[in-house]
């Protein structure tokens, strides 16, 4: 992981001229307080409609999702150039944004990445900071109603709300188990969504209201356990109280 913005943008990968432009616009986008998000996304977008340029959907996957994986700092200023690009692809080619520009698939393929912490893994601690990151950027691309991630909201709920039903089963085994190690990193990362947009997600999925008084008990039960970090435990027990207030008793 990156220790630093300027650190994630000096990489032989993003120096590969075919994204290279685009990477030194982002770059600038995300340090410069002057940036406008309006301006970023038409140099992006002229580039991509250029004679060999790439499309966008690899700006998305190679520059974008890496960047809010790595360096949470840079969440709220992706989410107001992703909602730039979408607009604007949308009036420039008269067609709804779709799978140019969609978060869906690069967010799916790091569910499969990172959805079993497996504790014998020597890099987890990274894997599960890297999976609450992202799981917070896309609960606030969510809100921002820039895409529906409402299904993957979802998952990441079903995944870190649950007693006695984890697979923890990178190694090749398949155990159910309640220890911490399969909690952290799911608990955070299902935080995440409740703290960005819970009322939004217990609106918008049935399966999301049908299992929310449990997986508040099981939050609840998450919160308890001695071998959270604290960091896990105040941000689980901040999820917590929203959780009890975002339905009727």
């Given at each position: 992981?990156?220790?630093?913005?300027?650190?994630?943008?000096?990489?032989?990968?993003?120096?590969?001229?075919?994204?290279?432009?685009?990477?030194?616009?982002?770059?600038?986008?995300?340090?410069q307080?002057?940036?406008?998000?309006?301006?970023?996304?038409?140099?992006?977008?002229?580039?991509?409609q250029?004679?060999?340029g790439?499309?966008?959907?690899?700006?998305?996957?190679?520059?974008?999702?890496?960047?809010?994986?790595?360096r949470?700092e840079?969440?709220?200023?992706?989410?107001?150039?992703?909602?730039?690009?979408?607009?604007?692809?949308?009036?420039?080619?008269?067609?709804?944004?779709?799978?140019?520009?969609?978060?869906?698939?690069?967010l799916?393929?790091?569910?499969?990445?990172?959805?079993?912490?497996?504790?014998?893994?020597?890099?987890?601690?990274?894997?599960?900071?890297?999976?609450?990151?992202?799981?917070?950027?896309?609960?606030?691309?969510?809100?921002a109603?820039?895409?529906?991630?409402?299904?993957?909201?979802?998952?990441?709920?079903?995944?870190?709300?649950?007693k006695?039903?984890?697979?923890?089963?990178?190694?090749?085994?398949?155990?159910?188990?309640?220890?911490?190690?399969?909690?952290?990193?799911?608990?955070?990362?299902?935080?995440?969504?409740?703290?960005?947009?819970?009322?939004?997600?217990?609106?918008?999925?049935?399966?999301?209201?049908?299992?929310?008084?449990?997986?508040?008990?099981?939050?609840?039960?998450?919160?308890?356990?001695?071998?959270?970090?604290?960091e896990?435990?105040?941000?689980?027990?901040?999820?917590?109280?929203?959780?009890?207030?975002?339905?009727?008793?």
């Amino acid at each position: 992981m990156a220790e630093s913005v300027d650190e994630f943008f000096n990489v032989d990968d993003l120096k590969d001229p075919e994204i290279s432009e685009q990477a030194t616009i982002i770059h600038a986008f995300v340090t410069q307080p002057d940036s406008v998000a309006k301006s970023a996304a038409q140099a992006l977008i002229s580039l991509s409609q250029a004679e060999g340029g790439p499309e966008l959907s690899k700006v998305v996957d190679q520059i974008i999702v890496p960047l809010a994986e790595e360096r949470p700092e840079t969440h709220e200023d992706l989410v107001r150039l992703l909602g730039e690009l979408r607009d604007q692809v949308e009036v420039a080619t008269g067609l709804t944004p779709g799978d140019s520009i969609s978060l869906n698939y690069e967010l799916w393929e790091r569910g499969l990445r990172y959805g079993d912490p497996d504790p014998s893994i020597g890099l987890r601690d990274l894997y599960r900071q890297e999976w609450t990151n992202v799981n917070r950027f896309a609960a606030l691309v969510h809100k921002a109603s820039i895409e529906d991630l409402s299904a993957f909201g979802e998952h990441t709920l079903q995944l870190g709300l649950r007693k006695g039903g984890w697979r923890v089963s990178w190694s090749g085994s398949e155990n159910t188990s309640d220890e911490v190690d399969a909690l952290q990193g799911h608990a955070d990362a299902a935080a995440q969504w409740i703290l960005v947009c819970g009322e939004r997600l217990y609106n918008e999925r049935e399966d999301v209201r049908k299992h929310w008084s449990q997986w508040e008990q099981d939050l609840d039960w998450i919160t308890g356990q001695d071998g959270l970090k604290d960091e896990t435990k105040t941000l689980c027990r901040e999820a917590l109280a929203k959780m009890k207030t975002t339905r009727p008793r």
